[in-house]
């Protein structure tokens, strides 16, 4: 059964850098059959998709973010990556990561992580 | 960008009654629609992929229909776990949008 689970600061300043870690159980992140990504909400709000990452490097990400975003596949450990630059309070949100042998839906799901944009 | 919009925003139900969600999107998806069920404080569970395929150990109760631009979401007879929030997500693109969610709530 696939696990997925999120880590990173809570809080992060505004035009500072996110950044978010999920850590992959149950299957290889570098594995050929599975679809990376991530997908956020803000406070209230209805879901966002920030984008997605597919072993051997293929990217896709959400128009409005794309400027900001880089998601990357760990080498050493078995996880995946989120960065997403010059944030502002606008990008207070859980985050979530996710991942799926299909390229067009998630099944699995970490259980979401809060980061707030704040000074 | 493919926009997603989903009706009605919130509504309010009875247990056992039967409920319908739209979800429209703003150009020919095919049947790439997914719709999702979200709990308070949990991540969003898939329901049903490809427009009208139930995924395994989800009741028969839910069913989905459409393509093209037009897609339903039916709960033939509402439970009490089913009061939750909706997304419709389409992937006909590489760039995936979700609608902005239908809460159920309790009549």
């Known amino acids: 059964q696939l696990q997925l689970q999120e880590s990173g600061p809570g809080l992060v300043k505004p035009s500072e850098t996110l950044s978010l870690t999920c850590t992959v159980s149950?299957?290889?992140?570098?594995?050929?059959?599975?679809?990376w990504g991530w997908v956020r909400q803000p406070p209230g709000k209805g879901l966002e998709w920030i984008g997605s990452?597919?072993?051997?490097?293929?990217?896709y990400y959400n128009p409005s973010l794309k400027s900001r975003v880089t998601l990357s596949v760990g080498l050493s450990k078995n996880q995946f990556s989120l960065r997403l630059s010059s944030v502002t309070v606008a990008d207070t949100a859980v985050y979530y990561c996710?991942?799926?042998?299909?390229?067009?839906?998630?099944?699995?799901w970490g259980q979401g992580t809060l980061v707030t944009v704040s000074s | 960008d493919i926009q997603m919009t989903q009706s009605p925003s919130s509504l309010s139900a009875s247990v056992g009654d039967r409920v319908t969600i739209t979800c429209r999107a703003s150009?020919?998806?095919?049947?790439?629609l997914n719709w999702y069920q979200q709990k308070p404080g949990k991540a969003p569970k898939l329901l049903i992929d490809?427009?009208?395929s139930l995924q395994s150990g989800v009741p028969s109760r839910f069913s989905g229909s459409g393509s093209g631009t037009d897609f339903t979401l039916t709960i033939s007879s509402l439970q009490s776990e089913d009061f939750a929030t909706y997304h419709c997500?389409?992937?006909?693109?590489?760039?995936?949008?979700f609608g902005q969610g239908t809460k159920v709530e309790i009549k």
């Open positions: 996710a991942g799926d042998t299909s390229g067009y839906y998630y099944r699995y």
């Open positions: 149950g299957a290889s992140v570098s594995s050929s059959t599975y679809y």
């Open positions: 990452i597919y072993y051997g490097g293929s990217t």
């Open positions: 150009q020919s998806i095919s049947n790439y």
């Open positions: 490809a427009a009208s």
């Open positions: 997500q389409q992937s006909y693109s590489t760039t995936w949008t």
